[in-house]
């Protein structure tokens, strides 16, 4: 799902994702099917701690949004978006998964998104 459709805003499930400017949107449904919400961003180059910040909070105040997918051009901007997270989200659990770009473009098979030493998600 890409931000651009506009009548996205006024599906429930993809209003917050328009909302929050994600670059896109994934529907996961779990084997006893329940849907999950990801945010799907695309960062490239380095921004500062700041933009991530504001980023994340709009993510963080989301009610439907389980968690966000960023593929990133270079193990730098994980760093700051760990950075920015672990300042936005307090004591909450963290919503942040993350994979080089490089990674995802020469996946054979499965992309995994980790989430610091938490968690990490598989899709295959």
Excluded: M, P, W
């Excluded at 805003?9 to 006893?32: M, Y």
């Amino acid at each position: 799902v890409s931000q651009s459709r506009y009548d996205l805003a006024s599906d429930t499930r993809f209003g917050e994702l328009v909302k929050v400017q994600a670059d896109g949107g994934l529907v996961v449904v779990s084997n006893r099917g329940k849907e999950y919400l990801f945010g799907v961003e695309l960062e490239i180059s380095n921004k500062e701690l700041d933009r991530y910040k504001s980023k994340l909070s709009a993510y963080y105040l989301t009610n439907h949004v389980e968690g966000i997918l960023y593929v990133c051009g270079e193990q730098r901007i994980t760093d700051v978006l760990v950075a920015a997270d672990r300042e936005v989200r307090g004591e909450r659990n963290s919503i942040l998964y993350f994979t080089l770009e490089k990674n995802a473009l020469e996946s054979q098979g499965g992309i995994t998104f980790a989430n610091g030493k938490e968690h990490a998600i598989e899709f295959s």
